[in-house]
């Protein structure tokens, strides 16, 4: 017996009940078209919503930046100081979202990680969303709040659980997701804020899906509802829509500073690197430059849904570009995910505990990348193994 066993044991397990994660590998840059494991597949996968993540504006302003900066910044910030790119980043995303200002972090998972604990403690109590994103369930438990799950996208549960609970605690923070990554559907922000409001507890809102894709030019869940100024910080991540990587956080500029001085990954963490804020100061000029990349996107959202429906498929809640295909069981749902690959189409099979059991699905992440004859080979081979499978007539 090794003290190591159990992790073997347990890896184990993974692959005996199909839990265990094959990463597929790619040796293409994430475009509309991969290469994956050798193989030339149509990508139904990735959260690059707009193309940016080989965009050649973008690479050609990662070199000049890199030929002036080098790549690394050094240390954390606030020790070895911080490039003058990094605060023209956070006054263009702040310009951008239209908040007083933003704080840039190295992911958006590290966004959540530093500002939920610095807005809230032991004292405090933490109204959550049930289907919230890992990060904002880590930052909850690092906070050490006292965190009550309410009911899915449902404000009136929410008012419930504040009213009863918000008078044996310090303060308050109500915290969700805007665009929900397994069904692709949007919290109703403004009714959240009603009750915000109504009860003066902090709104937190994590806007990752809704990024670049959400809103006039894609400036988000804010802007798409039209509540400027009145939801106190926002999450942003820039590995998805802007097609870089990188956490921001928007909103007040107390809060902000605030951050600055209390945020752990920002006070025990490097910086974004050079080629990260750099690829993303491109990427704001993209998104401020032209609606066209977003109006594309939705374009092609319209477009696929539709083709969908009328093929007889089942896409579930969906309001915005994530795109589930209902098939219940998992194992069908991996059988059709297999099916898929061989007909050239990579797409991802999600299944229980990733979303509740007999909801299994595939998840078609769609994009700006896309061309409507790559949509349509993708709905070629949706219809083809749908028949073989008999999910549809
Ligand atoms: C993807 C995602 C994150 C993590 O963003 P990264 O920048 O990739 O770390 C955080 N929150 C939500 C809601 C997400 O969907």
């Known amino acids: 017996m090794s003290k190591i066993d159990w992790v073997t044991q347990e890896l184990e397990g993974l692959r005996e009940t199909g839990l265990y994660n094959h990463i597929r590998i790619l040796s293409s840059p994430q475009g509309s078209w991969l290469v994956v494991d050798g193989k030339r597949v149509l990508n139904f996968c990735s959260n690059n919503y707009l193309g940016l993540a080989n965009h050649p504006r973008i690479v050609e302003a990662v070199k000049t930046a890199v030929g002036k900066y080098g790549v690394g910044p050094g240390a954390v910030r606030t020790i070895a100081g911080t490039m003058d790119l990094h605060i023209e980043l956070e006054k263009r995303l702040a310009g951008f979202k239209g908040v007083e200002a933003a704080l840039t972090f190295q992911s958006g998972f590290t966004a959540n990680l530093a500002t939920i604990p610095a807005l809230v403690g032991k004292e405090d109590v933490i109204f959550s969303d049930r289907l919230n994103h890992a990060s904002i369930i880590d930052g909850c438990r690092l906070s050490g709040a006292r965190v009550i799950p309410y009911e899915h996208n449902n404000p009136q549960a929410l008012e419930a659980v504040v009213k009863e609970n918000l008078d044996d605690y310090r303060r ?92 752990r990954p920002f006070l025990f963490s490097s910086a974004m690197t050079v080629p990260d804020a750099a690829a993303c100061l491109a990427a704001v000029d993209l998104l401020e430059g032209s609606t066209e990349l977003v ?73 700006a990348a896309h061309d409507t004859s790559d949509l349509d080979a993708g709905l070629e081979a949706f219809a083809r193994v749908g028949k073989q499978l008999d999910v549809i007539g």
């Not at 915290?175 to 922000?189: K, R």
């Open 172 to 263: 308050g923070l109500i915290v969700t997701d805007g665009v929900f990554s397994m069904d692709g559907d949007v919290a109703p922000v403004d009714k959240i804020y009603k009750v915000a409001e109504n009860y003066d507890v902090l709104l937190m809102v994590d806007d990752a899906h809704g990024e670049g894709v959400l809103g006039r030019g894609g400036r988000g869940i804010v802007d798409h509802f039209g509540l400027h100024g009145k939801v106190d910080v926002e999450i942003g991540t820039m590995s998805k829509a802007f097609g870089v990587m990188g956490g921001v956080v928007a909103g007040d500029k107390s809060i902000i500073e605030w951050l600055s001085q209390r945020g």
């Open 295 to 367: 109006n594309k996107l939705w374009d092609n959202t319209r477009y696929f849904k539709a083709e969908m429906k009328t093929l007889g498929f089942d896409t579930g809640l969906s309001t915005t570009p994530i795109t589930p295909v209902m098939l219940g069981e998992a194992l069908l749902a991996q059988e059709f995910s297999r099916e898929l690959f061989k007909a050239g189409v990579f797409a991802m099979a999600l299944g229980f505990p990733t979303v509740p059991r007999g909801k299994a699905r595939i998840r078609v992440m769609i994009s």
